[in-house]
């Protein structure tokens, strides 16, 4: 014998819906993956995931500037762009032709970043790999991050190879073919 429902199933609080479901889906796999191979090759496949929507995004940006390349100052202001798109806080700090410092004070993953700092490969990559294709060369440094307890992330964007940013720790990315 069936029981009267107190509640409609389509009525009840839930808040599932498609962001928090794909959140929770990539913070889940990332998480898999640094429990399973731990951060550094989590970190490292997050990274080619990364690497391919750089080109995609990329190469969309390009195509609605009209441009063949992306000067140093339209890779500032895609980067920041980007990450505004999909709900991130990011934002300038300092650039000049060697570097561009970045803030961030919402990270577009949200609280499913918290313990999962193989996702800020997404970052690193899509970072590294827009500025390496239009400069020719970047290195990505992810000095602090929401994801390791920061309130802020700081990220810094080399563009050449110069001895502060072979100091610092960091992925190198190179122009593609």
Request: net charge negative; proline share 1%; glycine share 10%.
């Given at each position: 014998m069936n029981l009267p429902l107190k509640h409609s199933v389509d009525t009840l609080n839930i808040t599932l819906e498609r962001d928090v479901f794909l959140r929770t889906l990539i913070r889940e796999l990332s998480g898999t993956l640094q429990d399973v191979v731990g951060i550094a090759e989590a970190?490292?496949?997050?990274?080619?995931?990364?690497?391919?929507?750089?080109?995609q995004i990329n190469q969309e940006y390009k195509s609605a500037l009209e441009?063949?390349?992306?000067?140093?100052?339209?890779?500032?202001?895609?980067?920041?762009?980007?990450?505004?798109?999909?709900?991130?806080?990011?934002?300038?700090?300092?650039?000049?032709d060697e570097k561009i410092v970045f803030g961030n004070r919402v990270c577009p993953f949200a609280e499913k970043v918290l313990n999962r700092p193989s996702m800020c490969m997404m970052t690193s990559n899509v970072f590294g790999t827009i500025a390496a294709?239009?400069?020719?060369y970047a290195k990505v440094e992810l000095q602090e991050t929401i994801a390791e307890?920061?309130?802020?992330?700081?990220?810094?964007?080399?563009?050449?190879?110069?001895?502060?940013?072979?100091?610092?720790?960091?992925?190198?990315?190179?122009?593609?073919?």
């Open positions: 970190s490292g496949f997050i990274s080619v995931v990364g690497e391919r929507m750089g080109s441009v063949s390349q992306l000067s140093r100052k339209q890779v500032a202001d895609v980067l920041v762009d980007l990450k505004k798109r999909i709900q991130g806080d990011f934002y300038i700090i300092e650039q000049n294709n239009n400069a020719g307890g920061a309130a802020e992330c700081r990220v810094i964007v080399y563009l050449k190879p110069t001895e502060e940013s072979e100091d610092a720790e960091g992925r190198e990315y190179f122009k593609g073919i």
